[in-house]
């Protein structure tokens, strides 16, 4: 069962002592938990874990320059955690866009999760916690109308890049099966979206003309930046074992959000899009493979409900007003506010 709430003086007391990992502090969502551990007084030892430094100086974090794809990189780990009595590790070390290099991409995810996890295993970490997506579930006609966190995750199907990140969620979900002592947490996120996000979503948005299967609407769900750190922020001063789709409420059709982006929809037939995006992918202009054409076609909406009765989080923006925010149209400051204090008052 669940931990009751920790007070913000017994979550300083908790990491005084001992260090709270992150792995991906270089991408966009590591960093940006990492800055946000850095201005919190409760947290005093931040280990930043990636073969890059973050894009800002540090005040008391310290970088640890490791490369996952090293082939002893967990013995690394292990002395590490070890060292700085670790008994937090956050893993966002995941990729934001699927590459080129199918085998490099592997090894990162899906080997390098398997080293950090050997790694923490041995040394004893209590929480572990995913940052994943809800893509994993995949999108496909007989898709229901909102997945839940018991529905197969068969976005591996599709791609090798979701292949991977279902590869890694599996490694995890053993981990807590192999570790029942241990409090192990994976985040299904929406597609993210705010004022500073940057993934191969956002650059779809941002095109001034947006490619569309001719004949097909689907609806997208979004969940803003700064709801995804607060969910993150929650699952560390608080125990919540399982899966938890994190996402905004509402969803809109991807007409509409094309429309609130200013952007151009261009439908093409199915039979000529797919072999357009594996072209432009061959040829290094493409985003992304023609494989995942499906996500502009089918329905890959996660359901939340156990997100507000399990893990008791709502989030502040939905995901009209997480557009929103990534278009330069975010809630002001008074306002945003105003609604954290009622939702933080019902949580």
Aim: aromatic share 8%.
């Amino acid at each position: 069962m669940p931990m009751p709430k920790l007070s913000k003086a017994e979550v300083t007391r908790v990491y005084s002592s001992h260090a709270i990992a992150i792995t991906g502090t270089a991408g966009f969502l590591g960093s940006t938990l990492l800055k946000a551990l850095e201005n919190d007084k409760r947290f005093k030892h931040i280990i930043a874990i990636d073969k890059k430094p973050p894009p800002f100086k540090l005040k008391k974090a310290k970088w640890v320059c490791l490369d996952l794809t090293f082939g002893a990189c967990d013995e690394k780990l292990v002395k590490l955690f070890r060292k700085k009595r670790c008994t937090t590790l956050v893993h966002t070390a995941l990729l934001t866009k699927p590459v080129r290099n199918i085998e490099e991409a592997h090894e990162l995810e899906s080997v390098g999760t398997m080293r950090l996890l050997t790694a923490a295993a041995d040394a004893k970490i209590y929480k572990l916690i995913l940052s994943s997506t809800t893509d994993v579930y995949g999108a496909f006609p007989d898709n229901p109308n909102f997945l839940t966190e018991h529905h197969p995750a068969r976005g591996g199907m599709l791609s090798p890049f979701l292949k991977d990140k279902v590869e890694v969620e599996n490694q995890f979900l053993t981990f807590a099966e192999k570790h029942p002592e241990k409090m192990v947490t994976l985040l299904r996120q929406a597609t993210i979206l705010g004022p500073t996000v940057n993934n191969f979503k956002t650059h779809f948005l941002q095109n001034p003309l947006v490619p569309t299967v001719m004949g097909f609407d689907p609806l997208f769900q979004f969940v803003h930046e700064a709801d995804v750190l607060r969910a993150l922020l929650k699952t560390i001063t608080e125990d919540h074992p399982g899966i938890f789709n994190i996402v905004g409420k509402g969803v809109l059709p991807l007409s509409r959000a094309i429309q609130i982006t200013g952007k151009i929809p261009v439908p093409i037939p199915t039979f000529l899009l797919y072999p357009l995006a594996e072209t432009l992918w061959y040829l290094n202009i493409g985003s992304v493979p023609g494989t995942h054409i499906n996500f502009l076609k089918y329905l890959c909406i996660a359901d939340g409900t156990k997100m507000w009765s399990r893990l008791r989080f709502q989030p502040v923006y939905t995901s009209q007003e997480a557009l929103l925010g990534f278009v330069g149209r975010e809630l002001n400051k008074e306002e945003f506010s105003k609604r954290l204090e009622e939702i933080e008052e019902t949580n």
